[in-house]
């Protein structure tokens, strides 16, 4: 089991902390501790959380998370920033939400990679870190392993980048089904697949359907077998998933293989070896479908 360790300092945001937090408590395999130079954490919005003082011992496949807190605060000792230095130098990742990237800015992460951070504060964290290349107009930002996100909010984006990176898109899309949020473009992007992209929708049917044909997009999915499991007449399940999605199931379907399919041919594999391991009988179809993406 991987552990997120968050970092907190007082008058942190409870939304940069909870946000990324109920990401990662609701993805299997993830055990939380909460670290800070002081046993007693005051947030900016009243509550005051307790910590531990003294760190877990870390692995590379652990995370290190710094929320962000209200400007004129943010002080963290040298054996903090320290610390965030050896777990990034050991292969480990390290983010941070909102103001928290200052953070990673002292402790020298930052300098010649790419980060971004709440749009208020953007001017003086270029300042701040000349070294760093500040981005603007999106979510998060992942270089190296150092991983920024921007206001408050986009710490639940963050996370569910992380996830999917780590678990696939698929796990993802479920954690942020069971958190009743969207999973949203990171600016002008391209989301990482079709499984979060065609997420940002409240129909239970149309995800009990996706998460069918997520599973299974390279086994015949006949129309009538999802009515039935969704419950409904195949009428019915056409007219909720295009209003969901823009798409039929069966266009749904072939892009989720045809995503699979782009990434196979994209490591080596041979475009009718890739046909075949999504499901198409021959590359004909996969060919068609590729070339109505050019």
Do not use: K
């Not at 390290?94 to 800015?105: K, P, R, W």
């Not at 290349?133 to 996370?159: H, N």
């Not at 006949?222 to 009428?235: D, I, K, M, N």
Request: hydrophobic share 45%.
């Amino acid at each position: 089991m991987s552990m997120v360790v968050f970092v907190l300092t007082p008058q942190i945001h409870l939304l940069d902390l909870a946000g990324p937090a109920q990401v990662f408590s609701t993805a299997p395999g993830y055990s939380l501790r909460y670290v800070a130079e002081s046993p007693s954490v005051p947030t900016w919005q009243g509550v005051v959380l307790q910590a531990e003082v003294d760190w877990p011992a870390l692995t590379p496949d652990d995370l290190v998370i710094v929320p962000g807190w209200r400007t004129g605060f943010g002080f963290f000792g040298p054996g903090t920033l320290g610390r965030l230095r050896e777990h990034h130098a050991a292969g480990g990742t390290v983010a941070s939400v909102c103001s928290g990237a200052d953070a990673l800015g002292r402790a020298g992460l930052l300098d010649g990679r790419r980060c971004t951070t709440h749009h208020d504060l953007q001017e003086s964290l270029s300042r701040s870190h000349p070294r760093a290349t500040v981005i603007r107009d999106v979510l998060y930002v992942s270089d190296d392993r150092v991983v920024t996100s921007a206001g408050i909010a986009s710490g639940i984006d963050l996370a569910l980048h992380l996830v999917a990176q780590r678990h696939g898109p698929a796990v993802a899309a479920g954690v942020a089904r069971e958190m009743v949020v969207y999973a949203r473009r990171n600016g002008d992007e391209r989301q990482a697949s079709a499984m979060l992209r065609h997420r940002d929708h409240l129909s239970d049917v149309v995800h009990r359907v996706q998460d069918r044909i997520d599973a299974a997009f390279a086994e015949p999915l006949p129309l009538t077998e999802l009515a039935v499991g969704a419950g409904v007449s195949e009428r019915t399940l056409t007219r909720l998933f295009t209003a969901a999605t823009g798409r039929t199931p069966l266009r749904y379907q072939q892009l989720l293989r045809l995503e699979r399919a782009e990434y196979l041919i994209g490591h080596g594999v041979t475009v009718e070896a890739a046909a075949r391991a999504v499901g198409f009988g021959d590359a004909r179809m996969l060919r068609r479908l590729r070339s109505r993406t050019v």
